[in-house]
């Protein structure tokens, strides 16, 4: 499912226009993008938890000259999916 399937599937379920729905959408997924990126959690009780990771320095190897480069740190984005989303995946 993509981004314009999710907000039919939202206007359909929520009986509301395609217009509507899809302001819905976004303001959630920018809501979520802006709390994780200023370090917050964002959880969905039964679905998951969102929430910033990090990657530390290291040193890696350029697969065509084997040469040694430096990867920086960097910041990740962790999902942990919740108990009622785990148990619907394996139910089925």
Avoid at 9 to 17: H, Q, R, T
Avoid at 61 to 76: D, M, Q, V
Wanted: glycine share 10%.
């Amino acid at each position: 499912m993509n981004k314009q399937e999710l907000i039919d599937a939202v206007a359909a379920s929520a009986d509301v226009s395609k217009s509507e729905a899809g302001k819905i959408v976004h303001a959630v997924l920018d809501l979520v993008v802006g709390a994780v990126s200023r370090g917050e959690m964002v959880q969905f009780v039964g679905f998951g938890t969102f929430s910033q990771g990090q990657r530390t320095a290291r040193t890696g190897r350029n697969p065509a000259t084997g040469a040694e480069i430096a990867i920086a740190a960097a910041k990740t984005v962790k999902f942990t999916a919740g108990k009622a989303f785990k148990d619907a995946v394996n139910a089925s």
